[in-house]
């Protein structure tokens, strides 16, 4: 059994939860061999040090001292470069190969690095990735998420703000990409909502009780899980 809470850094991560799914989810490996095992998750402590959380109730460590010492960071993992995206504050987004350690690609230049208060916050940008679609999905201040190709860093699209039903105007909205491309994020009440990038959200919410057995996940529709913590 997962421990009771992970730590305050690791955003949403989505999991694959069923067999019939690929690794599209932006922590998973391969699908596992039934819908009732879980795959992999990913943590990166205050240390710096990566750790994947699988069936068994200790986390495996997979680099230590990936990254120096941090208490506010967020980041996401693309499986199929091996590049953990990060960041540290609201103006860049870093990445670093888990294998190598050499720094990769960056991004920054966001808009919204302008707004009033912005620029003293010193809060780091949540991020996600979505796997199936090769995108870097980074949330805006303005409430909107802009999509990156993960290829080459070109701007593919932009979810507007309208399509989450609420505003989140000045601060980082947490998301993540389901296996089946639908986007959750978490609302103001604390609940799962979930989203079409055209037509908004869909209806399914989950709320914090739909927590399996009091761990900081719940479970989707459709079959995967969402880390709350």
Do not use: K
Request: net charge negative.
């Amino acid at each position: 059994m997962l421990r009771p809470a992970l730590s305050s850094m690791f955003a949403l991560a989505l999991l694959v939860a069923a067999a019939a799914m690929t690794s599209m989810a932006c922590a998973s490996e391969a699908a596992p061999a039934s819908p009732e095992v879980a795959s992999v998750i990913y943590e990166l402590t205050e240390d710096g040090d990566l750790l994947r959380w699988g069936s068994s109730p200790e986390p495996e460590l997979v680099v230590a001292g990936l990254l120096p010492p941090s208490t506010a960071r967020e980041f996401a993992l693309d499986a199929t470069s091996g590049l953990l995206w990060y960041s540290e504050n609201h103006a860049r987004i870093e990445s670093i190969d888990i294998a190598t350690r050499e720094p990769g690609p960056s991004l920054g230049g966001f808009s919204d690095v302008g707004l009033v208060g912005c620029a003293v916050s010193g809060r780091p940008r949540t991020i996600a990735i979505d796997e199936g679609r090769r995108l870097l999905l980074v949330p805006q201040l303005t409430g909107g998420v802009l999509e990156y190709r993960l290829d080459d860093l070109g701007l593919e699209d932009v979810v507007s703000a309208s399509m989450f039903g609420e505003a989140t105007l000045g601060a980082f909205r947490r998301i993540a990409v389901a296996p089946d491309g639908y986007l959750w994020f978490v609302s103001a009440d604390g609940s799962l909502v979930e989203v079409d990038r055209a037509s908004g959200p869909t209806g399914r919410r989950l709320s914090l009780e739909d927590r399996d057995g009091g761990a900081p996940f719940a479970r989707t529709p459709s079959g995967g899980l969402v880390a709350l913590d």
